[in-house]
């Protein structure tokens, strides 16, 4: 059994983050905090037998639009690199895209060892100051989930680094 | 090698404003000129890097052609360098690419469409020549219409491709100045349950989402459409998308450089989406056969579609609009679709008969990127105007600070991009450099091929098989095929509601109808339609039963079909098999429209006011069906009259006008239930299927029809079984088929035939006033049955129940099998 | 009496809730995100009306529900004045804590997620969905500015355009003090008035089948269904008698009426 991470970010512009971005600076005063923002989508494949390399391939070619997008695969791992703050958000309550994508690559694509897909958007966070985590916090309760079907999850550097090992 | 000698630019060129930041709407306080003659003119001495083609073998020059990225032929390049007298630059080679492609110029299709097509009449106030067409509804107001295909960029990328496709159709109807109401979309599929069913499925899917997902942001009602699955679609998919807008005569914008503009020197300016590389080579690809390896970097000619901007672009347009009738000026407004930047601004030049000087550098874009690339890049979300200086900053304002289009989306505004001229030169500057130099007349007339015909040799035979025992299980079978079934799966997925002037939905009738301005009675009604069975059997017969069943389509609301579009979907036009598919579908569109009348005008055409041409539409394992789509406004004058298809009341009786041939070729029984192609395609009898159209939307009119149903796939047996599971599929109904033909014809004919016709259903005690308004157009009506309580789908023949179906049994298969074919 | 009708980037039913507003007899005009909020005062009532505010981004309601205007528009509910939030107009009010309002310091204490449609209790479909649904008017008339005028229990015929109006909340008893307090307005039901849970009936998978809420105080209502599209009998379905009945009206008037005598009566 093998998890295989995908993380996906669009290689062109991304309008959803940029206008959060722009949200947060000039409609919820995260100036002082906050210096951009970028997104990256998120899918967790958990599969109980097969290459997980090559079936990570595989999923690739079905999930990602290689005219707008790139991709990285992280097997059993997660990891980020660079300087920002990844904020984790996904769906408490039952993820139906996720049940269909999991469905598509099992009956339409025919990949039975597919036991369950998760999906999540990662927001990286360009922050400033020294608070890094609350600034983290507030932006991600003040805007980027609704409590009532979203969780989020801050993604700590260090224990990336861990997580990459 | 002789280099052009060149010219100057005159003191207020634009070019100068360049040292102004005009990419951040920067305008300089007052008076623009005295601002340039401070710092005098720029002189370009330095034009971009040239591409060897004069004194090149051929293969020499092929190679640096390929090399270029170009996919133009050498003798195209060379009859460029011989007009411009010199090599031309990468940038000029790039432009004259977009715009002698098939998309642009109709290199190949150009004179059967001339030869052939009427685009003239009495109602037509615009044909087609510019981005949509226009019609009258009345003295004041008219119909835009366009139709537009996104076939090849739909296979590769489904959402995106379907999506942009809708997308740009909606501009061409916006840029006349019309506000856009509905859109309807023709699509064809490959066949869901064959080889090839994992893609045509992943294909279908991101074809429908991409459509709902443009559609139902920006905000416009998807009203009529409809569905085809055939493997010949396997590996091309057809995205045709249909947009109508509603102007005022006198509102009308037209999509060219309004008089006086060169030689006062209007303003080129660009709106919306910052430019990027999106879409490079999109028309050059769409123009080509798709080979499966090409996929992958075919992708990069993919546009990136913003339903959410164009929803704010045409809120802005219309203040702009507001604008210019406010202040009684004239300006040229235009969509930049396929060939970008190039087409839009030449295109507008060329057909007022002026030039332009623009500069890349004045215009807003994503990142740097080389001339050729902003020149040609198909971004989306874009217009072009050309306006009088002294709007300049009215109109800036609008898009700028009114509508913040760059809080809206970031890098998009509006910018000046440059001015016109009256020296027919289509000048572009990039970073103080000449990058295009060339005639606008030579570069917009585009080429012609003068392609060959011969007819393919193809041999069709009717099937010889018994008469099926049982029909019961026929008829499910033909009630739940993907072509058959209820398209509700899909268009639950569209915002048929939005704009609130919906009258008849998808699924509701044969056509969608709106009543698209408050306080005025009439409706406009909206349907496409083309039959791609028929077609490879006879494009000729698909050419004029398209025309015939989009007509019958509107006739079926009660409307009157006042214009067509057409959608012409073929394969490779330099194949002779193929060009002659396509001219041939063309004789039979120009035929029908001929020959059934536009109603009220004796022997006047039903006009056809735009179109599009898509070739190359095959693969390695051939070419699609041949598909000539075709659309119908028509005009009701009181939307009240209109009626839909459900049955109404048990106890009303079921009318059958036009006769049973036996015409089953290409038909859903020989296909589904035979396994058949068959050779006895359906044929338009002109003359009465004038007099039925006619006589059906007279017997609305007058109030005489309680639902009616055009008959067309699944015959006379599927028409009446959709009259009864179309919701509310509260009536049964009772039919004797013997009455539909005499006793020679088999059962299965009578049922299956294809032959066109109608059927209605009216409250008893109507007939004499319908047997009249039938005999007053010649035709003779045939009371086949009637609407009962029971929910059975009951046909009898010769005293016998040949059909007896449970209602809500056949509902479950109807409506489940489009599902089905798409989960 | 003046109302404004709410314009973010991306509404797209801005049109028809005027041509409503103004059938009824409520003079009104659009009122564009970024005029200067100050400007709301003058106004006597207000219609979010329905579309994709910014795009749906981060998800429906969520940018818009930051503007400035919105800043206004909460102390003009405060005033006590109608405020009418249709679809995407319902999405914005819940994201900016002003439905259903119950914790009185602007919590946000809901959300509108995905439609999950559910039949014998397996998923049959998810997402966007458009289609006529009759939904019952629970509240008490006058409770809520925007059903004053319909008595409890009735019945209408409205049409749904959405693919995010499953309500659901992490707020412990909210629902039970939402029925209570008479704040559940519009539930989804059959054509007898049965809120059956399941889809067609439940057509978004909605908590109790919830299709509207008001605030405590029932100034401010945010439904799903959109009225302005059921306003007139011609835009109907064809089975309804009503479509073709001369000086029949459509059932969403109601709504729009409703907010009128509203006006009329806190005058």
Redesign the interface.
């Known amino acids: 059994m093998s998890t295989i991470n995908l993380r996906v970010w669009l290689i062109i512009p991304d309008a959803e983050a940029a206008t959060v971005k722009n949200t947060l600076i000039r409609r919820m005063g995260c100036g002082d905090i906050l210096a951009d923002v970028k997104k990256e989508r998120l899918f967790s494949i958990d599969v109980d037998s097969g290459d997980p390399e090559v079936l990570a391939k595989a999923f690739a070619k079905e999930l990602v639009n290689e005219n707008k997008e790139s991709h990285k695969v992280l097997i059993d791992t997660l990891s980020f690199e660079g300087a920002y703050v990844p904020v984790k958000v996904s769906l408490h309550i039952e993820d139906g895209e996720a049940i269909s994508t999991r469905d598509r690559l099992r009956n339409r694509l025919g990949f039975k060892n597919v036991m369950s897909v998760k999906k999540a958007t990662i927001w990286k966070l360009y922050l400033k100051g020294d608070d890094k985590e609350r600034a983290a916090k507030e932006i991600a309760e003040g805007l980027l989930i609704n409590p009532h079907k979203d969780s989020y999850e801050i993604l700590s550097l260090a224990e990336d680094a861990s997580l990459s090992r | 090698m002789g280099r052009k000698p060149f010219k100057p630019f005159a003191f207020d060129s634009p070019f100068a404003f360049s040292l102004v930041n005009f990419a951040t709407g920067q305008l300089p306080p007052t008076g623009i000129d005295k601002f340039i003659t401070v710092h005098s003119c720029i002189t370009i001495q330095k034009r971009c890097t040239l591409v060897k083609i004069i004194g090149l073998t051929d293969q020499e020059a092929e190679a640096n052609l390929r090399g270029s990225g170009l996919g133009m032929s050498v003798t195209e390049a060379r009859s460029i360098a011989k007009v411009l007298n010199r090599d031309p630059t990468l940038a000029e080679l790039f432009c004259y690419d977009a715009m002698w492609s098939e998309h642009c110029s109709y290199k190949s299709s150009r004179a059967t469409l001339r030869e052939f097509l009427p685009t003239t009449g009495p109602n037509v106030v615009m044909g087609p020549v510019e981005d949509s067409g226009i019609v009258a509804i009345d003295d004041q107001w008219c119909v835009a219409i366009s139709h537009e295909s996104h076939n090849h960029p739909s296979q590769v ?1 489904p959402n ?1 491709g379907a999506a942009t496709g809708i997308g740009g159709d909606v501009r061409d109807v916006n840029c006349m100045g019309a506000t856009v109401v509905a859109t309807a979309d023709p699509l064809r599929f490959g066949d869901p349950y064959g080889p090839q069913a ?1 893609k045509v ?2 294909v279908a899917e991101g074809v429908v989402d991409g459509i ?1 997902q443009y559609g ?4 416009v009602p998807n009203i009529a459409g409809d569905i085809v699955f055939d493997e010949s679609f396997d590996f091309n998919c057809l995205v045709n998308v249909v947009a109508i807008g509603i102007v005022k005569r006198n509102e009308i914008i037209r999509s060219r450089a309004p008089k006086g503009a060169g030689e006062k020197g209007y303003d080129v300016i660009l709106v919306g989406k910052p430019t ?1 590389a ?1 879409g490079l080579g999109g028309v050059t690809f769409a123009s080509e056969a798709l080979r499966e390896e090409d996929e ?1 970097t075919n ?2 000619a ?1 546009q ?1 579609p ?3 901007l164009k ?2 672009l045409f809120k802005a347009n219309d203040d702009l609009f507001r604008l210019v009738r406010e202040v009684g000026v004239e300006i040229g407004f235009k969509d930049l679709g396929g060939g970008g930047f190039t087409c839009a601004t030449s295109e507008m030049g060329s057909a007022a008969g002026y030039g332009m000087e623009l500069d890349l550098d004045l215009m807003h874009k ?1 990142g740097d990127f080389p001339s050729e690339v902003l020149c040609i890049a198909e971004t989306q979300e874009r217009f072009l105007i050309i306006s009088p200086r002294e709007l300049r900053e009215k109109i800036l304002k609008i898009y700028n600070e ?3 289009l760059p ?5 998009a505004r509006a910018s000046v991009v440059g001015r016109m001229t009256s020296d027919g030169r289509f000048v572009v500057k990039h970073k103080g450099q000449m990058a295009v130099d060339v005639s606008i007349q030579h570069l917009t007339s585009g080429i012609r091929y003068q392609r060959e015909e011969k007819p393919p040799v193809k041999s069709f035979s009717e099937p010889v098989a018994e008469e099926p025992r049982e029909y019961n299980d026929v008829m499910m079978k033909i009630l739940g095929s993907p072509n058959i079934a209820s398209r509700e799966h899909v ?10 002037n ?4 998808p699924g ?2 044969d056509a969608g109808l709106i ?1 698209p301005v ?1 306080g005025e009675k009439f409706g406009v009604a909206l349907a496409a339609d083309s039959n791609p069975f028929y077609g490879r059997i006879s494009p000729y017969w698909a050419g004029a039963t398209a025309v015939a069943e989009v007509m019958r389509n509107i006739a079926s609301v009660g409307a009157t079909p006042s214009c067509l579009t057409d959608c012409l979907n073929f394969g490779n036009p330099e194949k002779p098999e193929a060009f002659w598919e396509f001219r041939e579908a063309v004789k039979g569109l120009a035929e029908a429209c001929k020959r059934i009348w536009l109603k009220g005008y004796a022997d006047q055409p039903v006009p056809i006011v735009s179109g599009n041409v898509s070739f190359y539409n095959e693969s390695p394992a051939g070419s699609v069906d041949p598909s000539p789509v075709v659309a119908c406004v028509g005009i009701i004058k009181d ?2 009259k209109a009626v ?1 298809m ?1 049955l109404k009341g048990a106890g009303d009786k079921l009318f059958l006008i036009g006769p049973r041939y036996d015409e089953l070729g290409g038909s859903e029984y020989y296909r589904t239930i035979l396994g058949e192609t068959g050779a006895n395609v359906p044929i338009v009898r002109f003359d009465l299927e004038k007099k039925m159209i006619y006589a059906v939307i007279d017997a609305i009119d007058q109030g005489l029809v309680a639902s009616c149903h055009d008959i067309s796939n699944g015959g006379l047996a599927a028409t009446v079984a959709e009259m009864a599971l179309t ?2 599929a ?1 009536f049964g109904l009772e039919i004797d088929l013997g009455k539909a033909a005499d006793a020679s014809m088999r059962t299965d004919k009578i049922m299956f035939s294809e032959s066109s016709g109608f059927v209605i259903e009216a409250k008893p005690g109507s007939e004499t006033r319908l047997a009249e308004v039938m005999k007053g157009c010649g035709l003779d009506l045939m009371e086949i049955g009637s609407v009962t309580g029971s929910r059975r789908i009951v046909m009898r023949r010769n005293g016998k129940n040949v059909v007896d179906l449970d209602l809500d049994l056949a509902r479950k298969v109807w409506v489940e099998g489009l599902t089905e074919a798409m989960r | 009496m003046k109302i404004a009708v709410m314009q973010f980037p991306g509404t797209n039913c801005e049109y028809e809730c005027l041509v409503s507003a103004r059938e009824v007899g409520m003079a009104g005009e659009l009122f564009r995100w970024n005029r200067p909020a100050a400007e709301m005062s003058a106004f006597d009532g207000f219609i979010v009306p329905g579309g994709w505010s910014y795009a749906d981004r981060i998800r429906a309601g969520a940018i818009a529900s930051k503007e400035p205007v919105m800043d206004a528009l909460r102390e003009e509910a405060a005033k006590g004045k109608p405020i009418i939030g249709i679809c995407n107009g319902f999405q914005i009010l819940v994201e900016s804590g002003l439905l259903p309002g119950t914790s009185g310091n602007g919590k946000v204490e809901m959300a509108l997620a995905q439609n999950v449609m559910i039949s014998n209790k397996k998923i049959v479909r998810r997402g966007y969905y458009v289609d006529w649904v009759t939904i019952r008017h629970d509240a008490s008339p006058r409770r809520c500015s925007g059903s004053f005028d319909i008595n409890k229990g009735e019945l209408l015929q409205i049409p749904i355009a959405h693919g995010e109006g499953n309500l659901v909340t992490m707020e412990k008893g909210l629902i039970q003090k939402l029925n209570d307090e008479g704040q559940v307005v519009f539930r989804y039901c059959d054509s007898s008035g049965r809120t059956i849970p399941e889809f067609p009936v439940n057509v978004n998978g909605s908590t109790e089948n919830i299709a509207g809420i008001c605030n405590p105080e029932g100034n401010v209502l945010g439904m799903m269904p959109h009225p302005e599209r059921a306003f007139f009998n011609w835009q109907l379905p064809p089975h309804d008698p009503r479509k073709h009945q001369m000086g029949a009206v459509g059932p969403g008037r109601k709504i729009f009426e409703s907010m009128k005598r509203y006006i009329e009566a806190r005058a």
């Open positions: 990328l995106e994992n499925r992943w709902w139902n942001a920006l905000g990027d999106s992958a992708r990069g993919v990136i913003d339903p959410f929803n704010v994503a009114d509508w913040d809080n809206v989306y970031e890098g268009y639950r997925y569209y915002d048929t509601e939005v704009m609130g919906t009258v008849i939905r509701e009738a009543a408050r939307y009240n839909t459900d919701r509310p509260a």
